[in-house]
């Protein structure tokens, strides 16, 4: 059984940055694929970005040029990046995992294995 364990939720300012972290409880970190979904209150759990390697990676348009995802494999630690907060990045943040490469692009149904959730709250 693979666990994740996310840190890093907040509170913060519009144009405010936060880094998300996800620990994964697996020695093979390097072959799962990773993701970040988001769900806001009364809406569908949605793809933030997803990784397999530095050179496989997706982002949803919203957040494109803003969020950047990235594994450290020293660590088992999936991060997200995430800067010029706007109000509609408000969600609880949810990380995902799944042996082999990501589909593209992911959906949740894609994924085995998902953390707690943290919240990220952005004011105006």
């Given at each position: 059984?693979?666990?994740?364990?996310?840190?890093?939720?907040?509170?913060?300012?519009?144009?405010?940055?936060?880094?998300?972290?996800?620990?994964?409880?697996?020695?093979?970190?390097?072959?799962?694929?990773?993701?970040?979904?988001?769900?806001?209150?009364?809406?569908?759990?949605?793809?933030?970005?997803?990784?397999?390697?530095?050179y496989?990676?997706?982002?949803?348009?919203?957040?494109?040029?803003?969020?950047?995802i990235?594994?450290?494999?020293?660590?088992?630690?999936?991060?997200?990046?995430?800067?010029?907060?706007?109000?509609?990045?408000?969600?609880?943040?949810?990380?995902?995992?799944?042996?082999?490469?990501?589909?593209?692009?992911?959906?949740?149904?894609?994924?085995?294995?998902?953390?707690?959730g943290?919240?990220?709250?952005?004011?105006?």
């Amino acid at each position: 059984q693979v666990q994740l364990v996310e840190s890093g939720g907040g509170s913060v300012q519009a144009g405010g940055s936060l880094k998300l972290s996800c620990t994964v409880s697996t020695t093979i970190f390097s072959t799962y694929c990773m993701a970040w979904f988001r769900q806001a209150p009364g809406k569908e759990r949605e793809v933030v970005a997803s990784t397999f390697s530095t050179y496989q990676t997706y982002y949803a348009d919203s957040v494109k040029g803003r969020f950047t995802i990235s594994k450290e494999y020293v660590k088992n630690t999936l991060y997200l990046q995430m800067n010029s907060l706007e109000p509609e990045d408000t969600s609880m943040y949810y990380c995902a995992a799944n042996p082999g490469i990501c589909g593209r692009p992911p959906h949740l149904s894609h994924f085995a294995y998902w953390g707690q959730g943290t919240q990220v709250t952005v004011s105006s």
